[in-house]
C-alpha cells in the first residue's frame, strides 16, 4: 500500500477542473447578490435582503447581472459536468456513495479524528456534498427557466407545480447553496492544504 507521501503527491486537480470550480464561484456570486435584490422588488416572504448585499442597484439592474451570470453559470456547468465525465473522473471522484458510509465519516469527522492526509480523494460527506451542490445548481437552473420563460417552459412548469411553487423552489434551492457554500468555506479554512490544491493544481510539501 502506498504511503501517505506518496499519495500527498498524487493528489491534482487538472487545470480545467480549477478554471470551471473558480468560475462558478463567480457566477454563483453574482446569481445569489443580484437574486437577493430581484427579491426585494418582490419579496416572496416578510423581510429583504440588505441593500450592502446584493448586486445591480435596482430591479433592471439586478435583472441583467441574473441574465448574464447565468449564461456562465449554465454554460461553465456543463462544460464541468461533460469533461467530468469524459475522464471518468465523475465515478472515481465522487463513488462508491453510501449512506453508512456518510455516516462513519461525519461521525469520525465530529469526534475530530478524520485524517486529511490523503487529498487525492474526498470522504463521503464531501463526496455528498459536492453531488448535492451539483444537483442543487441544475435545480436552480431549471427552475430559473421556468421563472424567466414561464409559457415557453410549460412542462417544467407543470412538473414544478406551477409558476408560484417554482419561485419558492427556486428560493429554497438558492438558500440551501448558500448553506453549502458556508460550510464549505469553514472546511477550507479549516484544511487550507485543500485551497493550494484548488489553486496550482498540486499540493505543495507541506501545509
Ligand atoms: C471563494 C469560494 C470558494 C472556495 C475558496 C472554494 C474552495 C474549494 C476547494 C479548496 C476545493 C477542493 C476541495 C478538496 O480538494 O478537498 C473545492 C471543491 C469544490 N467546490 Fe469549492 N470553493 C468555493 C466556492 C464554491 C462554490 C460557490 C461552489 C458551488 C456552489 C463550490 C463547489 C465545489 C465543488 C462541487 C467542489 C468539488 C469539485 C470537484 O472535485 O469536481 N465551491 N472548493
Redesign the pocket.
Given at each position: 500500500m502506498a504511503s501517505t507521501a506518496t499519495l500527498e503527491k498524487t493528489a491534482s486537480?487538472p487545470g480545467w477542473?480549477r478554471l470551471t470550480?473558480w468560475l462558478?464561484?463567480v457566477a454563483?456570486l453574482i446569481m445569489v447578490a443580484s437574486g437577493w435584490r430581484i427579491f426585494n422588488a418582490s419579496p416572496l416572504f416578510g423581510f429583504s435582503f440588505p441593500s450592502s448585499l446584493t448586486l445591480g442597484g435596482w430591479l433592471g439592474g439586478a435583472l441583467q447581472w441574473h441574465f448574464a451570470g447565468m449564461w456562465l453559470l449554465f454554460v461553465n456547468g456543463v462544460l464541468y459536468l461533460m469533461l467530468?465525465i469524459a475522464s471518468g473522473r465523475l465515478f472515481t471522484?465522487f463513488f462508491p456513495l453510501s449512506l453508512r458510509g456518510v455516516f462513519t465519516d461525519l461521525s469520525t469527522a465530529l469526534r475530530g479524528k478524520l485524517a486529511h492526509d490523503d487529498?487525492s480523494h474526498?470522504n463521503q460527506v464531501?463526496r455528498l456534498a459536492?453531488l448535492f451542490?451539483?444537483v442543487d445548481?441544475a435545480l436552480l437552473i431549471i427552475s430559473g427557466l421556468v421563472l424567466w420563460k414561464s409559457v415557453q417552459f410549460g412542462l417544467l412548469r407543470e412538473l414544478l407545480g406551477g409558476y408560484e411553487t417554482a419561485r419558492r423552489v427556486h428560493f429554497f434551492a438558492m438558500a440551501l447553496?448558500v448553506g453549502?457554500?458556508a460550510v464549505?468555506?469553514v472546511m477550507?479554512a479549516l484544511v487550507p492544504r485543500?485551497?493550494r490544491?484548488?489553486i496550482t493544481g498540486k499540493e505543495g510539501k507541506s501545509s
Open positions: 486537480h477542473l470550480h462558478n464561484a454563483v467530468n471522484r487529498l474526498y464531501q459536492y451542490a451539483i445548481i447553496l453549502f457554500v464549505h468555506l477550507v485543500t485551497l490544491l484548488m
